[in-house]
Each structure stands twice: as structure tokens, then as C-alpha cells.
């Protein structure tokens, strides 16, 4: 009999944080919340995330709080190169 191993996932805090999944759900809040607001609503609450982690990274989690930054970044400009396609 052979078992197959499966690796154990690291918990990402930055591009995937477990606490911002929808119980029951495959869905980050990330995702409702872009549904709910629409396309221009979500990029100002992007925006609005980027400036908190940026404030904060100093005093509260360092390195981590500007890879979140950069993530939510790259969710604008993703956003806004879909738009030029």
C-alpha cells in the first residue's frame, strides 16, 4: 500500500490571509466587497488599504505590512490594465 504525501500550505498573510476567507465559501471578503462596490468604489477602498498599511508598517508589522501594501497594489493595477485591453 503507498500513501501519497500532500505538502501543507503555508499560511500567506499577505496574498491569501486565512481569516479573509468566507467560511463555507471559496471567497476572500476581498471579492464580495469588489462585487458590492463595483470596479471604481473597490479601487478607493484598495487605495485606502494601501495608505493604511503604509502608515502603519513602522510601528505595527514591519516588512509584512509592506508586502500587503504592494499586494493591494497590484490588485489596482490589474485592474486598471484590464481596462486598456
Do not use: T
Request: glycine letters at 8%.
Amino acid at each position: 500500500m503507498s500513501f501519497e504525501l500532500k505538502e501543507i500550505g503555508k499560511i500567506d498573510n499577505v496574498k491569501s490571509p486565512k481569516h479573509y476567507k468566507l467560511e463555507g465559501l471559496d471567497i476572500e471578503s476581498k471579492d464580495v466587497i469588489k462585487s458590492l462596490l463595483g470596479v471604481e468604489n473597490y479601487i478607493g477602498w484598495c487605495w485606502g488599504n494601501v495608505l493604511k498599511y503604509l502608515f502603519r508598517w513602522k510601528k505595527k508589522n514591519g516588512l509584512e505590512d509592506l508586502k500587503k501594501a504592494s499586494e493591494i497594489l497590484s490588485w489596482i493595477i490589474q485592474l486598471k490594465e484590464s481596462e486598456n485591453e
